[in-house]
T-cell receptor, first 113, second 111 residues
């Protein structure tokens, strides 16, 4: 199993550009989430999904869109990048049920100029 | 929403000593409290977790305690080693998958 994979590893954008951060998992996990990590602020939940076709907003959803057309994939779209979206983005997944571990992907470092 | 506060933000300990990190949460409905370790440039990894029906859980040199009445929980690392140096995050959740994280504690173990 590759686990949770993310692409790209690093990206530079100009203000106003759009892009999609890819996340995939091969563990047949029902739950998938996107977090952003900023210095001194821990990880903050952007969007999450409890299954294919079901998504919901987290703590900081503004400026981001998600979709979950398959169990495996959970892409995060930046509609019009802003410098405030410079961050490290982590995708995570876990199977349903109590006591299950949430696995994080390796992260995508995004710089918006 | 849930608000998790974590203290201290940095912690330096001598190798072999114990380290304690404390977190408080605001929502009494939270019932799942995981701890993650993140090494520099790496992804967070779960090291231990506890549920609200348990007061303490131990796994080798790490332990977590939970006080639901006071709404706080703590991570204890005993006999610290250089490989324990990392950033540690606490989190709280009502439903296992929607986690609210603390700001993190940078632990440095001095040889």
């Amino acid at each position: 199993n590759a686990g949770v994979t993310q692409t790209p590893k690093f990206q530079v954008l100009k203000t106003g550009q759009s892009m999609t951060l890819q996340c995939a998992q091969d563990m047949n996990h029902e739950y998938m989430s996107w977090y952003r990590q900023d210095p001194g602020m821990g990880l903050r939940l952007i969007h999450y999904s409890v299954g294919a076709g079901i998504t919901d907003q987290g703590e900081v959803p503004n400026g981001y869109n998600v979709s979950r057309s398959t169990t495996e994939d959970f892409p995060l779209r930046l509609l019009s990048a802003a410098p405030s979206q410079t961050s490290v983005y982590f995708c995570a997944s876990r199977t349903a049920g109590r006591g299950e571990t949430q696995y994080f992907g390796p992260g995508t470092r995004l710089l918006v100029l | 929403g849930e608000n998790v506060e974590q203290h201290p933000s940095t912690l330096s300990v001598q190798e072999g000593d114990s380290a304690v990190i404390k977190c408080t949460y605001s929502d009494s409905a939270s019932n799942y409290f995981p701890w993650y370790k993140q090494e520099l440039g790496k992804r967070p990894q779960l090291i231990i977790d506890i549920r609200s029906n348990v007061g303490e859980k131990k796994d080798q040199r790490i332990a977590v305690t939970l006080n639901k009445t006071a709404k706080h929980f703590s991570l204890h690392i005993t006999e610290t080693q250089p490989e324990d140096s990392a950033v540690y995050f606490c989190a709280a959740s009502m439903n296992d998958y929607k986690l609210s994280f603390g700001a993190g504690t940078t632990v440095t173990v001095r040889a």
